[in-house]
């Protein structure tokens, strides 16, 4: 039982690159999330994907895609990647998107944009 | 906005030495409330939570928080600091389905 999964671990990227961050889970959980992480800021939610189908913004989705591919998978995209896109990217998942429901989060990637 | 506040960026005690790490939040709505830890370049790992009932909380590795709904407070407790709590420490706060809000994090350090 591996939990949360997240590839690639580090990435380096050149402005206006792009690329697509992967996560998949095996606890058979319904919601699954993308935060970033930044110094002095805790962890902000990028996008959210309550159920199977469903994708929805957080707090601050501006340059970002998600596609909930199945139950297991959740990607994140930057399409055109900028140095204020520079963080650390965690996915999580949870059994429901209710109140109580514990996030399970994965090992992160350590992104950095020049 | 609803906001999460962690006093102290960074915390240190000696070994043995109580914890206390603080957490407020705004909302007159009693939230669910969280607190989560990190190791280096790890995620984050659930310590406890709140939901409702007792107000004293205990969780993992010794901790325990207590909820305080006069001063909207969920201060997180350890009688005991020991070298393999320094990590970071995260206070979360879920107002409505989806609204997790955490705090900027507060970093403790154990000294020998």
């Known amino acids: 039982n591996a939990g949360v999964t997240q590839t690639p671990k580090f990435q380096v990227l050149k402005t206006g690159q792009s690329m697509t961050l992967q996560c998949a889970q095996d606890?058979?959980?319904?919601?699954m999330y993308w935060y970033r992480q930044d110094p002095g800021m805790g962890l902000r939610l990028i996008y959210y994907?309550?159920?199977?189908?469903?994708?929805d913004k957080g707090e601050v989705p501006n340059g970002y895609n998600v596609s909930r591919l199945n139950k297991r998978e959740f990607s994140l995209r930057l399409e055109s990647a900028a140095p204020s896109q520079t963080s650390v990217y965690f996915c999580?998942?949870?059994?429901?998107?209710?109140?109580?429901?514990?996030?399970?989060f994965g090992p992160g990637t350590r992104l950095t944009v020049l | 906005a609803q906001s999460v506040t962690q006093l102290g960026s960074h915390v240190s005690v000696s070994e043995g030495a109580l914890v206390l790490l603080r957490c407020n939040y705004s909302?007159?709505?009693?939230?669910?409330l969280f607190w989560y830890v990190q190791y280096p370049n790890q995620g984050l790992q659930l310590l406890l939570k709140?939901?409702?009932?007792?107000?004293l909380v205990k969780g993992i590795n010794g901790f325990e928080a207590e909820f305080k709904k006069s001063e909207t407070s969920f201060h997180l407790t350890k009688p005991s600091a020991h070298m393999s709590d320094a990590a970071e420490y995260f206070c979360?706060?879920?107002?409505?389905?989806?609204?997790?809000?955490f705090g900027a994090g507060t970093r403790l350090t154990v000294k020998p």
């Open positions: 999580a998942s949870s059994v429901g998107d209710w109140g109580i429901a514990e996030q399970f």
């Open positions: 606890m058979n959980h319904n919601s």
């Open positions: 994907s309550a159920s199977e189908g469903t994708t």
């Open positions: 909302s007159s709505v009693p939230p669910y």
């Open positions: 709140y939901t409702t009932g007792a107000t």
């Open positions: 979360a706060v879920r107002y409505n389905n989806n609204d997790m809000r």
